[in-house]
């Protein structure tokens, strides 16, 4: 059997100069791959002319650009969200998502097959666990959702990347701070600390290491509920990390970094939308630099909770705002026709 050829989006740019010079080829021509790669956003070797054949062929030989293989590809009716379905080597599948807002656009990608942290309102959670994703097949769903967008209407640039796909992405911590560094890479892809977002469901040690490593990126936290057990009702790995650890962490987060914190919350009608939920999250974060993002509920099979009414958001937002002094959006519902939306990937195997 061959060996596996090493997947050019997993290596870091000196990683990637080390393997050329290991060749015996100048580190010019890993420089030049470099840019092919994410400047140029190649998907083969024959699109980088400027490196030499008897390179390109070593290439060739025992690397490969990428191993996602697009599967189905579908947009929403108002146009402004594609969903990609990209199959993994060994048989498992994700689902990347571009959305396309006024003047920017943002890619939603996944940091697992599945996840098993089985919050119940999520539609990936609710397929369980399949495998952590490799550093190389996060970096190429950005890259994927960056070719798309070469053919779409304006805005052309991929502006932002949220860790909000399928996957606890601090489940998958090496992998995932792996792909950040390639994603931030100045001569490729460039993405700076306020264009990436990392959104998890509150494990407490990956907060704390983001935080002693001084990862320059946003940090969302899924909080949902302020109240321990429903918290855990709606979250099961709040029951490993209750909700006083992880206020602890989040504390220890903005003040070793000096940086805010963003807190999501799923409104769900009639559970976590009353005036006293908006109260209770309010004296819960208020001593923090955060700001809060509401998202209401978006449907999937196997949970029967409604979205909040728009009055419902707007009495939370006044009362985050006027009570606590707590800035806070309410997310704009993007293809839910085409189950992109927040909790609604899932992808079968
Ligand atoms: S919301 Fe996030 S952490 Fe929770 S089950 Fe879904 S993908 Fe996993």
């Known amino acids: 059997m061959d060996s596996p050829a090493t997947d050019l989006y997993s290596l870091t740019r000196p990683e990637l100069r080390a393997l050329v010079e290991s060749w015996r080829f100048s580190p010019d021509h890993a420089a030049r791959i470099w840019k092919y790669l994410y400047l140029g956003l190649a998907g083969s070797f024959g699109e980088m002319p400027e490196v030499p054949a008897r390179v390109r062929s070593r290439l060739a030989a025992e690397t490969r650009i990428g191993t996602l293989s697009a599967r189905l590809e579908t947009g929403s009716s108002d146009g402004f969200t594609r969903k990609f379905l990209l199959g993994l080597a060994g048989g498992e599948a994700i689902e990347t998502v571009l959305m396309r807002f006024a003047g920017r656009a943002t890619a939603c990608v996944s940091s697992q097959a599945g996840c098993a942290m089985g919050c119940v309102f999520c539609?990936?959670?609710?397929?369980?666990?399949?495998?952590?994703?490799?550093?190389?097949?996060?970096?190429?769903?950005?890259?994927?959702?960056?070719?798309?967008?070469?053919?779409?209407?304006?805005?052309?640039?991929?502006?932002?990347?949220?860790?909000?796909?399928?996957?606890?992405?601090?489940?998958?911590?090496?992998?995932?701070?792996?792909?950040?560094?390639?994603?931030?890479?100045?001569?490729?892809?460039?993405?700076?600390?306020?264009?990436?977002?990392?959104?998890?469901?509150?494990?407490?040690?990956?907060?704390?290491?983001?935080?002693?490593?001084?990862?320059?990126?946003?940090?969302?936290?899924?909080?949902?509920?302020?109240?321990?057990?429903?918290?855990?009702?709606?979250?099961?790995?709040?029951?490993?990390?209750?909700?006083?650890?992880?206020?602890?962490?989040?504390?220890?987060?903005?003040?070793?970094?000096?940086?805010?914190?963003f807190f999501e919350w799923t409104l769900i009608d009639g559970r976590n939308d009353t005036a006293d939920h908006a109260h209770a999250v309010g004296r819960l974060i208020r001593e923090l630099p955060a700001q809060v993002n509401l998202i209401p509920l978006n449907p999937t099979a196997g949970y029967d909770g409604a979205p909040s009414r728009s009055d419902a958001a707007r009495r939370f937002q006044r009362i985050l705002a006027d009570g606590y002094g707590l800035p806070s959006t309410v997310r704009q519902r993007r293809g839910i026709d085409i189950g992109a939306g927040c909790g609604q990937l899932a992808a079968p195997g």
Not at 208 to 213: S, V
Not at 236 to 251: G, I, N, S, T, Y
Request: charged share 25%.
């Open 123 to 261: 539609a990936t959670g609710q397929m369980g666990f399949r495998r952590h994703l490799f550093a190389g097949e996060i970096v190429s769903q950005v890259v994927h959702a960056a070719r798309a967008l070469r053919s779409a209407p304006e805005p052309r640039r991929l502006r932002n990347v949220v860790f909000m796909g399928m996957g606890e992405p601090l489940h998958n911590y090496g992998a995932v701070m792996r792909a950040v560094d390639i994603l931030r890479d100045p001569s490729g892809l460039g993405f700076g600390a306020q264009r990436i977002t990392l959104s998890t469901v509150g494990v407490v040690p990956g907060i704390r290491r983001m935080a002693d490593e001084a990862r320059p990126i946003h940090l969302a936290v899924s909080l949902h509920s302020a109240d321990q057990a429903e918290r855990a009702r709606l979250v099961p790995a709040a029951r490993k990390w209750p909700l006083d650890e992880l206020m602890d962490a989040c504390r220890y987060f903005c003040a070793a970094l000096g940086r805010r914190i």
